[in-house]
């Protein structure tokens, strides 16, 4: 099964990631993707770059970011393969337990509705 974590961050925070953060960060995606865990990841640009477009009712609208009224925006995202949510969660716990005691992260982890798409290849 594929999982979607998404990563939730105040981006607000002041907070950068260290060259030690960087380094143990590498090791772990190395590792994940080697073992098939890890089908794809990547971090976002700040809100301050994005824009959201809105259909309500029929209307859409545009709004340039960044996105104030947001305390927590989605800062990144892993593709996960795993057997089940447990192994999902386990595999997000490895990723949560790099940042360290300084950082203040959360991850949604989903499953993805393979019936909704294109198989996986």
Not at 14 to 39: C, R
Request: one cysteine or more; hydrophobic letters at 40%; a negative charge.
């Amino acid at each position: 099964m594929r999982f979607l974590s998404l990563v939730r961050i105040n981006e607000n925070s002041g907070l950068q990631p260290s060259g030690q953060l960087m380094a143990d960060m590498g090791k772990l995606i190395d590792e994940m993707t080697a073992a098939g865990h890890l089908v794809h990841t990547h971090g976002l640009r700040p809100t301050a770059e994005g824009k959201r477009m809105r259909l309500r009712h029929g209307r859409l609208s545009t709004t340039d970011g960044p996105f104030t009224e947001s305390k927590e925006v989605v800062g990144g995202y892993a593709l996960l393969e795993a057997a089940s949510m447990a192994e999902a969660l386990a595999l997000t716990e490895r990723f949560l337990k790099v940042h360290g005691d300084e950082w203040d992260v959360e991850c949604e982890v989903r499953a993805i509705d393979e019936g909704c798409g294109p198989a996986p290849p």
